[in-house]
């Protein structure tokens, strides 16, 4: 027998349910983002594939040694890099994602010659550290120095890494049966991309959320009316258990801190917008809500609020034209 959780060098892998098991990224390691596995009865799904083929190839040897079962499909949850950059290790199988995420993936996910992406990467990461000198706040600096660990073992994956796009594509709600249970994915729309699917098990209330919710953290804000709608229809599901894209298992009230955040920095914004306040002065004069302080990523928050104040700007002429 096996005890959980079990330590892997990329990821903690703990069990939540009868054939439901969660992989938590560890911090820097080569995973990044969270990923799943469901035991569909006969064969396994897995739910994103890390970003590197090397925490991917862990997940998979793992998951079929542990059930003595093979993997069925892939799920992508959305393009991003953290979340797709495994692919590789799954390509003889069945990769899903919604059409508007295999676009993404196609058009983004482009590797050029070796060692000019090695080199731009490397230049990436000289930046990074540039700023991790400056860096005003301790919050800042982990957050610097988090992309700069991440970004790292992508670099190191580079020489093996190669692009598998989704070979099944889906509209908004695709449900997959198996002997044991059955799975349900998801998309309404994209509130942290353009697209964003998630994974629900009606039975077990359990929910892979990717990037839709994720544990105390600046999450990128693609479309914020949209990502608080859907967060809306999520939690009219019955939902016991929350698998976030980042940070640890929790329960559904992650989902109403999510919301909370991106409604927060709605008002925020529209209020900057009513008194005309430009840009640059917003940015430059915001203060994070004390609660806030402290989460993961505070780089991403000059990007969501340059992203909403043009979201809303925009918005606003598109009624006044
Ligand atoms: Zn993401």
Same mark, same amino acid.
């Given at each position: ?83 797709? @950059?495994?692919?590789?290790?799954? #390509?003889? +199988? !069945?990769?899903?994602?919604?059409? *508007? /995420?295999?676009? =993404? ?92 699917? @998630?994974?629900?098990?009606?039975? #077990?209330? +359990? !929910?892979?959320?990717?990037?839709? *919710? /994720?544990?105390? =953290? ?104």
């Amino acid at each position: 027998m096996n005890a959980f959780p079990i330590e892997t060098p990329y990821f903690t892998f703990s069990r939540i349910d009868n054939g439901v098991y969660v992989a938590i990224a560890k911090e820097g390691k080569g995973a990044w983002s969270n990923a799943g596995v469901v035991d569909l009865g006969e064969e396994l799904l897995v739910f994103d594939s890390f970003s590197t083929p090397s925490a991917a190839r862990e997940l998979r040897v793992l998951a079929e040694r542990l059930t003595g079962k093979k993997t069925r499909y892939l799920i992508n949850s959305h393009y991003h890099g953290d979340h797709v @950059f495994g692919n590789q290790v799954f #390509e003889d +199988i !069945a990769i899903i994602s919604t059409n *508007a /995420t295999r676009e =993404l993936s196609e058009t983004h996910h482009v590797i050029g010659e070796l060692e000019a992406e090695q080199e731009e990467t490397r230049q990436y990461l000289r930046e990074l550290k540039k700023q991790m000198n400056v860096a005003q706040t301790r919050a800042l600096q982990i957050s610097l120095s988090n992309q700069y660990d991440e970004m790292t073992k992508v670099l190191t994956s580079l020489p093996e890494l190669k692009i598998v796009l989704p070979s099944i594509i889906f509209e908004k709600k695709l449900t997959l049966y198996g002997s044991d249970r059955k799975v349900e994915l998801m998309c309404w729309g994209g509130g942290h991309t353009a697209s964003d699917t @998630f994974l629900y098990l009606p039975d #077990e209330k +359990i !929910a892979f959320m990717g990037d839709l *919710a /994720t544990e105390d =953290l600046h999450v990128p804000i693609y479309n914020p009316d949209r990502f608080v709608s859907i967060l809306n229809e999520v939690m009219a599901l019955e939902i016991n258990t929350v698998i976030p894209g980042h940070g640890n298992i929790s329960g559904r009230s992650l989902l109403e801190t999510q919301k909370s955040y991106v409604s927060y920095l709605i008002g925020e914004t529209k209020k900057a917008l009513k008194e005309e306040i430009k840009l640059d002065d917003f940015k430059f004069h915001f203060q994070l809500f004390p609660h806030y302080q402290n989460w993961k990523g505070i780089k991403g928050v000059e990007g969501n609020l340059s992203g909403l104040y043009h979201y809303y700007n925009d918005l606003e002429r598109c009624f006044h034209d």
